[in-house]
């Protein structure tokens, strides 16, 4: 909450700071309000910065909090009279002569008092302003703020691999050629082969290694991600444009004309849109193909038989994989004589070190000695679960080599997941890196929220909505756009998003929020 308060309050103080310079030449007594308006709220955002800390620290009280609120309510107001009192000034007209010349005079008058209203509703913000600072001194907050120098580095050369590289994936081999295995069984009849296990275990990284492997073998294929809130028509329309790929060249007269239907609709028409015509289309390209669906992430049986609908079940030899974390919905999908629930197993303590040591140090046997011990007992709290011992690895790797740190970041996480899978846990030890963050970064990943769950952001789109929020600061001699890949990189080294596309060059072309990533900085707004 105060990180989304410090974004807006940030993107403010950048208005301000150009409204003073010359090319708005402001009136003596508007220019003072302003001057003051910047002044006083750049101390208010050191407060906020603070207050940040101790909310992420569980430190705040209601007192704190309210004040908090009315700052960051009280910095929309005055953006907004900041918006208006700039456009007013930037769209003044040419004194043109004559008849239009009296218009202009009328006009010019109107605007005169529109910028005479905006001035006297900021002079009245400048008194909520002094207000607040009032309540800041009797409430006795603490203003003293030191502003962090922070290293943006490139992506972490050590994180490729371990998103990239499937030989390079830890402890998957065993589970990805069990699944393979249950994929080639000869049986002809459709199967659905449902993995289930607790969220960050790695469920859609499995999926995906096995389809990688095998969707070879079939005519046509999609991997589709559903989530928590579906878009059934979107999802229908996904798997059309993935399986009918390979058939715009096809030579068979029905395949044609299927393709030849889908390439002339409209979406947006009413049929076209229509759940029932998209399942038709499905039911009918796929009869007599042997495809491969994968249904990543789904939540409810009611999601998967809308799908299933779709899905026609031939005798190819075709299959379906679904990946979810409740096993309720991994047992419907699999029917007795249907299909098979695989219940993927954590990470063993073997792998998980490896998998831990190889994020921070490059290799297992580069751990100092005087680590190992706590090194241990941190893995252990991650309960074998990647996504867990990845966050803790990239959280660590900033850090010293001094044992005190190691050991308070240990004693940080509480119980952890050793003896039980618990959502308040897992959100304990991913809060950590979120702590950590700086300031600047916290407001970026917030920012996050505002996409779908398992939506693909292109990075350079992504960092042009930071610079027009006003998030990034130009530092180092660095121009916007590069210091916002520095913030983009850095969260990726941290962890605290996925990187998507890395290219020879080692820079990731997209990003995606995994799904309890996204649960916690939702929780932070």
């Given amino acids: 909450m105060v990180s989304a308060a410090t974004g807006a309050m940030n993107s403010l103080l950048d208005k301000l700071t150009a409204l003073l310079g010359k090319e708005f030449r402001l009136r003596k007594g508007v220019h003072r309000d302003v001057a003051f308006l910047s002044d006083e709220l750049s101390c208010m955002n050191a407060l906020l910065e603070k207050l940040a800390d101790m909310e992420a620290q569980a430190l705040l009280d209601p007192q704190m909090k309210e004040w908090r609120n009315q700052v960051r309510e009280l910095a929309y107001d005055i953006d907004d009279c900041i918006d208006r009192y700039m456009y007013q000034l930037h769209h003044e007209p040419q004194r043109p002569c004559g008849i239009m010349g009296f218009f202009h005079h009328v006009q010019r008058v109107k605007e005169l008092l529109a910028r005479r209203e905006v001035a006297q509703q900021m002079k ?38 371990l998103y990239v590289d499937s030989s390079d994936l830890v402890g998957i081999d065993v589970p990805r050629d069990q699944l393979i295995n249950l994929v080639n069984d000869g049986d002809m009849s459709l199967k659905v082969i449902s993995i289930v296990g607790f969220g960050g275990l790695g469920k859609t990284t499995l999926a995906n290694e096995v389809y990688k492997r095998i969707s070879g073998q079939f005519n046509c294929q999609a991997f589709v991600s559903v989530s928590q809130k ?201 809060s950590l890196s979120y702590i950590d963050l700086p300031h600047h970064l916290k407001t970026c990943l917030l920012y996050l929220s505002m996409y779908p769950e398992d939506y693909e952001i292109n990075m350079h789109q992504l960092v042009r909505r930071w610079i027009s929020e006003g998030f990034i600061k130009v530092n180092s001699g660095r121009n916007l756009m590069e210091e916002g890949e520095c913030y983009f990189n850095e969260l990726i080294n941290r962890s605290m998003i996925l990187p998507v596309g890395i290219g020879v060059d080692g820079q990731a072309k997209a990003c995606c929020v995994h799904d309890m990533i996204l649960d916690l900085i939702t929780s932070k707004l």
């Avoid at 409430?139 to 290293?151: F, I, M, Q, R, S």
């Fill in 230 to 430: 579906p878009d059934i028509k979107k999802i229908l329309r996904s798997i059309i444009s993935q399986i009918m790929e390979p058939y715009h060249a096809s030579t068979n007269p029905m395949d044609k004309t299927i393709v030849s239907q889908i390439k002339n609709q409209d979406y947006s028409s009413t049929e076209a849109g229509d759940e029932e015509w998209l399942i038709n289309i499905l039911r009918g390209f796929l009869m007599e193909k042997r495809y491969l669906i994968v249904i990543d992430d789904i939540w409810s049986t009611q999601a998967w038989k809308t799908i299933k609908c779709a899905l026609f079940e031939n005798t190819c030899g075709s299959r379906i994989l679904v990946t979810t974390r409740i096993s309720t919905v991994a047992k419907s999908c699999c029917s007795p004589d249907l299909g098979t629930v695989y219940e993927l197993s954590p990470l063993n303590e073997a792998y998980s070190m490896s998998l831990f040591f190889r994020r921070i140090f490059g290799s297992e046997d580069l751990c100092p000695i005087n680590l190992k011990d706590v090194s241990t007992e941190i893995i252990k709290k991650c309960g074998g679960l990647p996504l867990a011992i990845i966050t803790m690895a990239s959280l660590l790797t900033d850090k010293s080599d001094r044992r005190e740190e190691w050991i308070h970041i240990q004693n940080s996480i509480g119980t952890g997941l050793e003896n039980k899978y618990d959502m308040e846990e897992m959100r304990k030890i991913l």
């Fill in 124 to 161: 009245l913000l400048k008194d909520d302003i002094v207000e607040a600072g009032h309540r800041r001194k009797r409430y006795k907050l603490d203003p003293g703020v030191c502003h962090e120098a922070t290293n943006v580095v490139p992506i972490d050369p050590r994180l490729p691999a």
